[in-house]
């Protein structure tokens, strides 16, 4: 396992070059984010337009089916993008990824529904969530590598998790354009053709973000790299073979932060209203204000873990999960709109402590050569089992018990899984192993 680091013979990049490329890289995840969190908040209208209406639950299901199988060609993408990553470079790799979502999330916007092509147009779904997801694969190991190794090593942390708030921050930016829509638009209306409008952004967000990112430099690390010969022939062979505890523990890292994520985000918004019984305004107005707080949370924590460490900080969080999950999905339906919102927000605060030094401390366990790959293989492998396949799990779990707050048991389980992994892995921030390697207090 090994940190980033610049080699010492090249001068570090400059503070404004750093934050391009940052900047770079967070818009670019932003736009990729939304592309792929309108499906999520989109569900229960997608599920009708697709798949009937006759029985709303089998409706959703199947909506949520359709999300859960672009996971499964996640590692593809991770694997086909990675390879190319580590191998002819960082930034043309991105700008491939961005274009590649946002055509197929505007092919989902144009798509015709069941009720005109028939059984088509579930297919046609199918296939164009398929392309959302491999590219997908190739986006969070990325941009994190991308401005893992442009950042200076002590502020690492903080950098790395703004990348991570890009996400979020695409997940918001879609929850904001569906609350919208529920404001300006009838129910009939957002089930006629409303729908389509967040799915249509696609075209003109993606074009900024191809913009932004083929105007960027390629990484000083990869760069030198390069120059000395050192890139791998084979990067995944190399990755399999030398880093493949790394990759594990990139696995057991992302189970529980995907897990969280994907209950957290994409299905409690739905549950809220198919399960719960509340308006579809209370969902959006509740998801708005839950990321508003996981994206405030995120960079604190991150620029905390530069401090005191990554391990504290993402243990504090899985231990709040173990123990404060299910008692939020109980508050959660005591019917009450304010409790429901609050209980919410606690999950995304939970979230978001662990999503600041997540990024960052997956990245510092790969060394330059196989990182982008390296990265995609144990997250990707991790996302397709754990995260994507969440909402469709609890959904189903809450049918086959009648209990309304056992998604609440899904986090926790994957909360204790990845903190007995935790436990287990050596600490990776800079200032904290640079110290324990000098001897230093």
């Known amino acids: 396992m090994s940190s980033t680091s610049v080699s010492a013979d090249k001068a570090p990049p400059s503070p404004a070059l750093v934050r391009r490329a940052t900047l770079g890289a967070t818009v670019g995840s932003i736009v990729e984010w939304f592309d792929v969190a309108v499906y999520g908040y989109l569900a229960v209208v997608i599920g009708q337009v697709f798949f ?64 005109a092509i028939g059984v088509l147009a579930p297919v046609l779904l199918v296939t164009l969530r398929l392309l959302q997801g491999f590219s997908a694969g190739g986006e969070m190991g990325g941009a994190s590598a991308f401005v893992a190794e442009y950042a200076p090593p002590a502020r690492r942390g903080f950098l790395v998790s703004l990348v991570e708030m ?21 129910q009939d209306q957002v089930l006629a053709w409303g729908w389509r409008i967040p799915f249509l952004l696609a075209a003109p967000l993606g074009l900024v973000g191809l913009f932004i990112r083929s105007k960027l430099e390629e990484t000083p690390e990869f760069t030198a790299l390069r120059a000395a010969g050192g890139v791998s022939k084979n990067p995944l062979k190399e990755t399999v073979t030398k880093h493949w505890r790394a990759v594990l523990i990139v696995g057991a890292f992302a189970l529980f932060q995907n897990a969280a994520l994907y209950v957290v985000l994409t299905f409690v918004p739905s549950h809220l209203t198919t399960t719960l019984g509340h308006t579809s305004l209370l969902a959006s107005t509740s998801s708005v204000v839950t990321m508003a707080v996981v994206c405030l949370t995120i960079p604190l924590m991150g620029a905390l873990s530069d401090r005191i460490g990554r391990k504290r900080i993402l243990a504090t969080s899985c231990v709040s999960a173990m123990i404060l999950s299910y008692p939020l ?31 960052a401390t997956m990245n510092e366990l790969f060394t330059t050569a196989v990182r982008y790959g390296g990265f995609s293989l144990g997250y990707n492998l991790s996302v397709s089992m754990f995260g994507g396949t969440a909402p469709f799990l609890v959904t189903l779990l809450i049918a086959q018990t009648g209990v309304t707050a056992s998604p609440g048991f899904y986090i926790m389980a994957a909360a204790l899984i990845t903190f007995v992994v935790l436990i287990k892995t050596k600490e990776t921030a800079p200032r904290l192993t640079d110290a324990r390697t000098s001897g230093t207090p």
């Open 166 to 186: 890009g996400c979020i921050l695409g997940f918001l930016l879609g929850s904001l354009t569906v609350l919208i829509l529920n404001l300006m638009l009838s």
């Open 52 to 115: 009937g209406a006759d029985d709303p639950t089998t409706a959703l299901l199947s909506s949520f089916a359709v999300f859960a199988a672009a996971f499964i060609v996640r590692p593809l993408g991770g694997i086909f993008f990675g390879f190319l990553g580590d191998r002819v470079g960082r930034q043309k790799t991105l700008a491939a990824v961005i274009l590649l979502v946002s055509a197929a999330t505007f092919g989902i916007g144009v798509l015709p529904g069941q009720a």
């Open 329 to 359: 999905f109980l508050l959660m339906e005591q019917g009450d709109p304010g409790l429901a919102m609050a209980a919410h927000i606690g999950l995304g605060i939970i979230l978001g402590i662990f999503l600041g030094p997540v990024l």
